[in-house]
């Protein structure tokens, strides 16, 4: 009986040790971390962003460019700049990321390696906690929409012109026809040629700071041309900003009379829960590589 009993009790440890060892995070073969430099000199812009990994042309090498401690938490846990709770010194170190990705990793496992990256090596201990904020719904205005449905998806990325975008006779980028967005000196621009209702959404929720779901009820894709300045959004986003303060006429249309006047569109404001991604601890310094 005893044997017996020491038997299944060793089953039940190799059980939970390899059920363990599955449930693990993927991790990167080897992952480099350096300060990133700095800008080549002062008003020239610098890139920011991640290329290669599963599903690219370079499955085998992730690497991400001018990445703060705040880009890092977004592209591991997948979540907009509104739902994460973080501190201010998160936005002001910049990295240089570059890792070997295990054969065979899906698409899937890059941001469990980049979360276990970060627990390894800035010490990241997070929670989730659900607040109430302000939520936006997209419906059309009175009247019809004034964009137009897309015509067939055609290539037109040979089209755009190389460098930064130029500005019209308004201080407005100019996006070429493959479409994107940017933001010059206060003035931003939309242009999307074939988005969807949804990704339009998404897309503005990005520029308001907060979630923004679609309640248009048109299904197909059309293409999209807005602009408008952004100084108001700034400057209600920054720590401690008063909003009777903000300038009346900043010099151009806002957000939601853009969208109202020139796509017929408006966001309906109304408080609800989200989910929040509250950071508890981040080291400043990674540990060496």
Known sequence: MIRKCVSFLALAFAWTGAYAQSAAKPEFEVASIKPSPPPPSAGIGFAVGCRGGPGTNDPGLFICENYSHLNMVLHAYSVEYYQLSAPDWMLTTRFDLRATVPEGATKEQLPLMLQ???????????????????????????????FKESAPAKDQSSLDPPGPPKRDKDGYPIIGPRGGMAIMYDKARMRYPGVTMERLADLLSGQIHGPVTDMTGLSGKYDIDLYWNTVNILRASAPGADPAALPSDPGGPTL??????????????????????VVDHMEEVPTAN
């Open 256 to 277: 939601q009379p853009a969208l109202q006047d020139q796509l017929g569109l408006r966001l309906e404001s109304k408080k609800g829960p989200v989910d929040f991604l």
């Open 116 to 146: 276990s990256l970060l627990a390894e090596r800035f010490k990241l201990k997070i929670h989730h906690e659900t607040r109430e904020i302000q939520r936006y719904e997209l419906r059309v205005a009175k009247g019809d929409p004034k």
